[in-house]
């Protein structure tokens, strides 16, 4: 397969390299689909041929960052030959310690790194005296939104020494527009906000819905914030809206209604009022209005854990739903409990891959490439594990919720891994299974205003950026 080159890129992706030359830092608010390890590959190449850049830093989700920057850069002529150490795994025989040690030292175009090991680089960098990168992509930088963490206090003195740097994300803001004052610190130390800390930023655009012993926990935004935020970041922004450029199948949306049997509902509504219930005679109990959630939401699926993490068998109207679904093409199945899983299998009525934290690399790698050459019917997947980075249109054109995430990054990011370029079928379909009246259709109104949200800020930015 012959390479590709530069006249390969859009008009678009010309664009956005030649502003991140200029501008040195910013926002790259992509799509999923408009090429965003292409594009930054593309930045890094420019700038290293004007002797701006030496070596870069990538930052990027576990999957991301083993299945995607270095298998992209082979496909161009001007990345093919680039260099890539993982400080990651065991790159190097010996402990995972040694082996981070030694891939720190490799001089290399590109390190790699997942978010859970900026605490120990940063500790490394202190030791050594020695930041070896001159540009930094954070790549799905909405793991930078908590400037509370601990792996963003251990790296945050050192986001200012990195002449370049970048966010790359499509979903900025998945849970409100605080989600963007940690990114804005890792780009300028908020400056264009004019907010270096938490506090200046609820200031300036946030105000306080509810107060506990006299401190503010829930924050909401301050009318017209939203334009306030979009306005200071558009000159540093470059937003590609896939349906601008591409020509994508319909998105299409169904509900498969669900009914529980009688005792079931006495169960649920035992559990949501008293945080209590049981279950064959076992006592199942919580404490607080989250856990109780999580406990619902366990119920709605089939079974509930017992403190001791044992599942108990309340029902299978999901499973029953999920097998009587008429479905054209392959379809990924997403989940979040460790029980939805064999519950799946057995709805499905064979023995499909499935990609969470407990896949190893070399079985995930596997599964990919056998879904993408269309060979399994059914991929079942963890928002948590699947949502980031990985190309799954080739395999199939359906996702199937057969539970919910509160989690509106994971939803939109997990369904835009099937609508995005390169999709060939003639609709791209997505399944909510719900049980109606229950803390099912709570958590599919709170995604669509989220989302809602999302795409505000986006569109404000446009208007913004086209003044």
Do not use: C
Not at 270 to 278: I, L, N, S, V
Request: aromatic share 12%; hydrophobic share 35%.
């Amino acid at each position: 397969m012959s390479l590709l080159t530069y006249d390969n890129f859009h008009p678009y992706q010309k664009r956005v390299v030649a502003k991140a030359v200029r501008d040195m830092a910013g926002y790259e608010y992509r799509d999923t689909g408009m090429d965003k390890t292409v594009i930054s590959l593309a930045i890094f190449d420019q700038l290293k041929k004007r002797r701006r850049v030496r070596r870069g830093l990538i930052v990027a989700p576990k999957y991301v960052m083993n299945h995607i920057w270095r298998q992209e850069a082979k496909k161009w002529e001007f990345s093919k030959d680039f260099t890539f150490s993982l400080i990651h795994g065991s790159t190097y025989r010996g402990s995972p310690e040694y082996s981070r040690r030694m891939a720190f030292l490799d001089v290399v175009d590109f390190h790699l790194i997942n978010y859970e090991g900026l605490t120990w680089l940063s500790n490394h960098m202190l030791k050594e005296r020695y930041i070896p990168w001159d540009i930094v992509f954070y790549d799905e930088s909405t793991r930078m939104k908590r400037t509370t963490t601990k792996r963003f206090k251990a790296f945050r003195q050192f986001m200012n020494k990195f002449p370049y740097r970048f966010n790359l994300t499509g979903t900025p803001i998945p849970n409100g527009l605080e989600d963007i004052f940690g990114q804005a610190i890792a780009i300028d130390n908020g400056e264009a906000l004019e907010a270096k800390n938490i506090s200046e930023f609820r200031r300036k655009y946030m105000r306080p819905l509810y107060t506990l012993h006299g401190r503010v926990t829930v924050y909401g935004e301050q009318d017209g914030a939203n334009q306030r935020v979009a306005k200071r970041l558009a000159p540093r922004t470059a937003r590609l809206k896939k349906t601008d450029y591409l020509k994508l199948p319909p998105l299409k949306y169904h509900t498969v209604p669900v009914e529980l049997p009688p005792d079931v509902i006495d169960m649920y509504n035992e559990m949501e009022g008293d945080f209590f219930t049981k279950i064959n005679g076992v006592e199942i109990e919580t404490f607080s209005q989250v856990a109780a959630d999580m406990k619902l939401r366990q119920m709605l699926q089939g079974r509930v854990y017992d403190e001791e993490g044992v599942s108990h068998k309340v029902h299978t109207e999901k499973q029953k739903a999920l097998a009587s679904l008429k479905l054209d093409g392959n379809s990924l199945i997403a989940y979040n409990f460790k029980f939805e899983r064999d519950e799946i299998k057995t709805a499905t009525g064979g023995n499909p891959p499935f990609l969470d934290s407990r896949t190893k690399d070399r079985e995930a790698e596997k599964w990919i490439i056998g879904w993408n050459n269309y060979e399994f019917r059914y991929f079942l997947v963890n928002p948590a594990s699947a949502a980031f980075g990985l190309n799954l249109q080739a395999g199939g054109n359906n996702i199937v919720w057969f539970s919910l995430t509160w989690n509106s990054e994971h939803y939109s990011q997990l369904i835009d891994r099937l609508w995005r370029q390169g999709q060939q079928a003639s609709s791209v379909n997505v399944y909510h299974i719900v049980v109606a009246g229950t803390i099912d259709e709570v958590i599919s109104k709170a995604l669509q205003r989220k989302d809602s949200d999302q795409a505000k800020l986006m569109q404000d930015i446009v208007n913004y950026m086209r003044r």
